[in-house]
């Protein structure tokens, strides 16, 4: 799959929609294979589905033949030539309690449902949020993870795959989805501590449940949930926490640095990238602030750099968006396409500063949509002042730990970073065994 480069800030500031049709949601999990490999179904685009291998990076999409059979394509998201049928075996309950992975030319391998799952349902200042508890096979108490989603109105409880992974070796997973979307009440929202209140919501009511260790409850936080699970970290004491794919910086230094992606990628140096970056900088300023000050600065550069030729090279973002219409226009409509509730200021390193809780960070270095270079020499000093904090780094890869071919222009995604799913397990359960009483943390961490 080829896809144009769409920063995940300045992706924010378009009205967003959800999915037009939704899979049939009785197929959606973990399997296991005879052979003792685990894949993940989950939703894809265009009513397909996506399977994702946990012992290999490989994954393709499922492209639907009839209602309980699918080809599997090519690639990441090639259609043809197909290269195995999926067939579920589904009971009365519209569950499929098994598969049959028939390779093309070879013969069949069954896979069976890993754990069980339920719609569970809790509530927060009298909003009802709604998700999915997958519990692993046994008895129990079982440790837990809650998943924190990133933005967007896609349901995690449908399209969050990360806890299959970590269901299938042992771990219940609760994916619900955010205020707004999905099956939730309440409005979709940015404000931080508004979904970090949420999610602590949701480590509250794992606890109380039986079948969970409420000694054991962790979070994990994706894209825009690496600013949401530290936070909720801060609301309520948690295990530890994971974060794929975030940032410590601020949305608004998130805008800046990925308009200078865009002017890197263009070859913007010099006296003009000093200018561009003054653009950047001014623009940031005014949609930050609410489309309510900042305009005077912005103004003066808007007239000396309108017929600057680097201006192509931010097409569709804040700066062109600014550059192309009238002030009066621009707060006639801008103040509706705002991420209502984003504080654009906030930093998460004065939190982790302050905070004496177990994490694991996992970055991609080539990530363009939450841009990393300043977040990991920040974490690793964190680290090496003695915070209980890790950080892994995935070379060659993109948000979402997408490997990629091409370049900056138009990448073309193969899979998933070699070792990542493996990772974020091994580090949940090397989390969960360690002893929370030897934890040390320098002066100041609480």
């Avoid at 994954?59 to 033949?65: D, F, G, N």
């Avoid at 992606?261 to 300023?285: H, I, K, Q």
């Avoid at 390193?349 to 270079?373: I, K, Y």
């Avoid at 680290?383 to 060659?396: D, H, K, T, W």
């Amino acid at each position: 799959m080829t896809r144009a480069r769409t920063p995940l800030i300045l992706g924010a500031m378009l009205l967003l929609s959800g999915c037009d049709s939704a899979p049939p949601p009785g197929v959606l999990g973990a399997y296991r294979f005879e052979d003792g490999s685990v894949i993940s179904i989950r939703p894809s685009v265009e009513n397909t589905l996506r399977y994702r291998s946990f012992t290999d990076p490989t994954s393709s999409r499922l492209y639907p033949v009839s209602q309980w059979e699918y080809r599997v394509g090519s690639g990441f998201s090639d259609p043809e030539p197909s290269t195995a049928i999926v067939r579920f075996r589904v009971d009365g309950d519209g569950i499929a309690r098994s598969l049959e992975w028939v390779p093309g030319g070879g013969n069949g391998m069954r896979a069976s449902r890993v754990g069980r799952e339920k719609w569970v349902r809790f509530e927060r200042d009298g909003t009802a949020l709604v998700g999915r508890l997958h519990i692993p096979a046994g008895e129990g108490p079982h440790p837990a993870i809650v998943l924190v989603h990133g933005s967007g109105e896609t349901p995690g409880s449908h399209w969050l795959y990360n806890g299959d992974f970590m269901v299938a070796n042992g771990i219940a997973v609760l994916a619900y989805d955010k205020r707004g979307t999905g099956k939730s009440g309440g409005e979709i929202t940015f404000d931080f501590h508004e979904l970090a209140r949420d999610a602590a919501a949701a480590v509250a009511f794992l606890r109380d449940r039986p079948e969970i260790r409420s000694d054991a409850v962790g979070l994990a936080g994706y894209s825009q949930g690496g600013w949401v699970a530290p936070l909720a970290a801060s609301v309520t004491p948690v295990r530890f926490v994971l974060v794929s794919y975030g940032m410590l910086e601020s949305p608004a230094q998130e805008a800046r640095m990925e308009m200078g992606l865009l002017l890197d990628r263009g070859g913007v140096v010099g006296p003009d990238r000093t200018a561009a970056d003054s653009l950047v900088a001014a623009a940031v300023a005014v949609v930050a602030n609410e489309l309510e000050s900042g305009w005077e600065d912005f103004q003066t550069l808007k007239d000396r750099y309108g017929n600057a030729s680097w201006l192509r090279h931010l097409a569709g973002t804040p700066v062109d968006q600014l550059m192309r219409y009238p002030r009066w226009l621009v707060n006639l409509i801008g103040p509706r396409q705002l991420p209502k509730g984003l504080r654009w200021d906030y930093d998460s390193g004065e939190l982790l500063e302050a905070l004496c809780v177990p994490m694991t960070w996992f970055l991609a270095d080539a990530d363009e949509s939450a841009p990393n270079a300043l977040t990991i020499p920040r974490l690793q000093a964190l680290s090496a002042s003695g915070f209980p904090i890790e950080v892994r780094v995935f070379p060659g890869a993109d948000h979402g730990m997408l490997t990629f071919d091409g370049g900056r222009e138009a990448r073309s995604y193969t899979g998933y970073a070699p070792g990542y799913h493996q990772a974020e397990v091994a580090a949940a359960l090397g989390w969960i065994e360690a002893d929370p009483e030897s934890l040390q943390c320098p002066p100041g961490g609480a």
